[in-house]
């Protein structure tokens, strides 16, 4: 069993720069990939950015790329998104997930065994 719990979210100008974790309990961490996805308001939860188990593969959305690093420590079991210039659009729920599949496919959600309870982040302009 692993729990997900997020938090870094915040209020932000345009511009600026948040930095989430996503923090898992349990000795498994390194075993799974993460993956963080937003939802806002009327909008379908989309995919953000994701890590592989060892960290050495990444993969962005086209809409946080050059902006955003994703980067995780398993020893202290925790993932990272580090976001910058950041735009009113980026204004959504901020979820991580994690997954024990077999392959790095982050974008395909059935693939996923936990979430977390969400992070909320607002950009304003």
């Known amino acids: 069993q692993v729990q997900l719990v997020e938090s870094g979210g915040g209020l932000v100008q345009a511009g600026g720069s948040l930095r989430l974790s996503c923090a898992a309990s349990?000795?498994?961490?390194?075993?799974?990939?993460v993956t963080w996805f937003r939802q806002a308001p009327g909008k379908e939860r989309e995919f953000v950015a994701a890590?592989?188990?060892?960290?050495?593969?990444?993969d962005y959305a086209d809409s946080v790329k050059g902006r955003s690093t994703i980067s995780r420590d398993n020893a202290k079991n925790t993932v990272y998104l580090e976001m910058n210039s950041l735009k009113p659009e980026d204004t959504a729920v901020y979820y991580c997930?994690?997954?024990?599949?077999?392959?790095?496919?982050?974008?395909?959600?059935?693939?996923?065994?936990?979430w977390g309870q969400g992070t909320q982040v607002t950009v304003s302009s």
């Open positions: 997930a994690a997954s024990q599949a077999r392959y790095f496919i982050p974008r395909e959600r059935d693939l996923y065994n936990y």
């Open positions: 349990g000795r498994t961490f390194s075993t799974y990939f």
């Open positions: 890590i592989s188990l060892s960290g050495l593969s990444t």
